[in-house]
């Protein structure tokens, strides 16, 4: 199982958005950059721009992975409210009623994956981003 700490680095970000419910697809494209902040915390940065509906913006996230207790991991949004469990390669849950949002996490050190699923009453799409660690130049 591959831990945050292994994926620290600037990867390449494409996710396709497909909102069932607009019946709209778009995609955003951009960097996502893993780093640490200390011995029990990566920093989750993405920036880059989303085509939807016939609009380009710019969009930006900040998600934090703490380390509990357990040794375990645990994504949580920027303002410190828990996202979702780091389990690599099974389903993961974040609870936000009305809807319902199941996850995956998958992949090695060169290419992952984030795969996420929302379904209920307002929402209906899949978010699935594809990341590749970015090549650099030799120096």
Do not use: I, N
């Not at 940065?45 to 040794?71: A, I, K, N, Q, W």
């Amino acid at each position: 199982m591959l831990q945050p700490t292994d994926l620290l680095g600037e990867w390449e970000l494409r996710r396709t958005v497909d909102d069932r419910r607009a019946a709209a697809r778009g995609v955003v494209l951009g960097t996502t950059t893993l780093t640490s902040t200390g011995a029990d915390e990566v920093r989750w940065d993405e920036s880059g721009t989303m085509t939807f509906g016939g609009r380009t913006v710019p969009v930006t996230r900040t998600l934090l992975v703490r380390r509990t207790d357990g040794g375990s991991w645990t994504v949580h949004f920027a303002d410190g409210r828990v996202f979702h469990d780091w389990v690599w390669g099974a389903r993961v849950e974040h609870a936000c009623a009305p809807d319902d949002y199941t996850g995956v996490l998958d992949g090695d050190v060169t290419r992952w994956r984030v795969r996420w699923e929302a379904h209920g009453p307002a929402k209906d799409y899949v978010l699935d981003s594809e990341l590749r660690r970015r090549s650099h130049p030799a120096d």
